[in-house]
């Protein structure tokens, strides 16, 4: 989000995720859906490491989403996004849209949203070219 705006904003305006499905608690907080974990959230992980992420969560407190942002990093920082192209959590126009939206130099890898999990090696490889990049622009 920008200066004003609340992460809920951003999904206005794009498809919502009917594989990746929320369990709201009444007292404001959410849980990726157990039953529907493994489709939503990491399709492509093995089924004992699903079971330990769905069964480990920390649920997600919803009046987050409802926060406006005092300062963007994204304005006055360089920032890279690594995209997975089957991610389930999340319509691909938003995250390509977030993506262009902050100049970000995006890295795109077949996965679900798991990514971590299912591809290490390009998620550190992202991190490490920013880190080297960021740190030469700083000389």
């Given at each position: 989000?920008?200066?004003?705006?609340?992460?809920?904003?951003?999904?206005?305006?794009?498809?919502?995720?009917?594989?990746?499905?929320?369990?709201?608690?009444?007292?404001?907080?959410?849980?990726?859906?157990?039953?529907?974990?493994?489709?939503?959230?990491?399709?492509?992980?093995?089924?004992?490491?699903?079971?330990?992420?769905?069964?480990?969560?920390?649920?997600?407190?919803?009046?987050?989403?409802g926060t406006k942002l005092k300062n963007a990093a994204?304005?006055?920082?360089?920032?890279?996004?690594?995209?997975?192209s089957e991610d389930k959590a999340f319509d691909q126009a938003m995250l390509d849209h977030m993506a262009k939206r902050i100049g970000a130099k995006v890295t795109k890898v077949s996965a679900s949203h798991a990514l971590f999990m299912t591809q290490p090696k390009v998620v550190a490889d992202v991190i490490d070219q920013a880190a080297r990049q960021a740190a030469s622009a700083a000389k």
């Open positions: 989000p920008d200066a004003g705006e609340t992460t809920a904003q951003q999904y206005e305006g794009f498809a919502p995720a009917t594989e990746f499905v929320l369990d709201k608690t009444q007292d404001g907080f959410a849980f990726v859906d157990r039953a529907k974990f493994k489709a939503g959230f990491a399709h492509d992980v093995s089924d004992a490491d699903v079971a330990f992420m769905r069964d480990s969560q920390v649920p997600i407190n919803l009046s987050a989403f994204w304005r006055t920082k360089p920032s890279w996004a690594v995209i997975a």
